[in-house]
């Protein structure tokens, strides 16, 4: 139908197609260039949250992967193990595709290299790939609007969560976003970290010809819902970097690496 707009869970099951959406936003080589500096951007701060940032443990938990697995690259040498999920099944079958090395999975190795780059020797990326595919253990569906939001599946407290791009697609509004934060450092040990990455001031985005919506954030109402879900911010990173206007319409890209109280 056109000018729908598709959002929250039914319409990512139905609508969402992972092969659009990796060849608009992870095209390395080919694609536009406001695509790529994301990319970079993302793996730049990862890199330093991962590899000098002190920053790992045992369990990490990523929250809405997605099909994607270049934010895990440098979390996979400094955690034990890594749960990937996402609340999409598509999404799921798309990164066991890569994680069995499956035909028609997807081409990570662009990325994969720029990783080895940032941290001393691009020929070893090879050698990183199997390392990722080796640490992440299990891959579960999610549903961070529930409680809670790994269903029934028995999973440790974690050193980590990590959410990259996910939250404000997965939350229609303010309040759903906040109390999704809440059960997120429910997941956590205390004083384990919160990785995050949030497209702010965001109205809609496109895979393939369908445009899906989520929450619009400024910089200040993630701060605040982070604080308040218990957590102290330690480092933060706020880029006006947008994505190109016909993939995506936003206004900045906000980094934050925060700690979870004793009590949260």
Avoid at 164 to 182: H, I, K, Q, S, W
Avoid at 231 to 242: E, I, K, M, P, T
Wanted: aromatic residues 10%.
């Amino acid at each position: 139908m056109a000018g729908k707009v598709y959002m929250g869970g039914e319409d990512y099951e139905k609508e969402f197609t992972p092969k659009d959406y990796l060849t608009t936003f992870y095209s390395f080589d080919s694609g536009t260039v406001a695509e790529q500096e994301i990319v970079k951007f993302s793996l730049q701060n990862l890199y330093q949250t991962f590899s000098t940032g002190g920053v790992g443990g045992d369990v990490l938990i990523d929250i809405g992967s997605g099909p994607t697995i270049y934010q895990l690259l440098s979390a996979c040498e400094v955690f034990r193990e890594i749960i990937a999920t996402d609340y999409t099944p598509q999404n799921l079958q798309e990164l066991q595709k890569w994680l069995k090395k499956e035909p028609g999975a997807y081409d990570w190795s662009s990325i994969v290299q720029h990783v080895c780059e940032l941290e001393g020797d691009r020929s070893r990326w090879q050698e990183k790939e199997a390392k990722l595919r080796r640490t992440v253990t299990r891959v579960l569906r999610c549903d961070v609007t529930k409680t809670p939001p790994l269903g029934s599946a028995q999973v440790p407290l974690a050193d980590c969560v990590l959410t990259f791009l996910a939250m404000e697609c997965a939350c229609p509004d303010v309040d759903t976003y906040r109390a999704a934060l809440r059960r997120l450092a429910g997941l956590l040990k205390p004083g384990g970290h919160l990785v995050t990455l949030v497209t702010l001031r965001f109205q809609h985005y496109m895979v393939g010809p369908k445009k899906f919506s989520g929450v619009y954030l400024e910089k200040e109402t993630v701060e605040k819902a982070i604080q308040d879900a218990g957590f102290q911010v330690l480092r933060c990173n706020c880029v006006s970097l947008s994505y190109s206007e016909a993939y995506c319409v936003n206004d900045g890209l906000y980094f934050v690496v925060a700690r979870k109280g004793p009590s949260a």
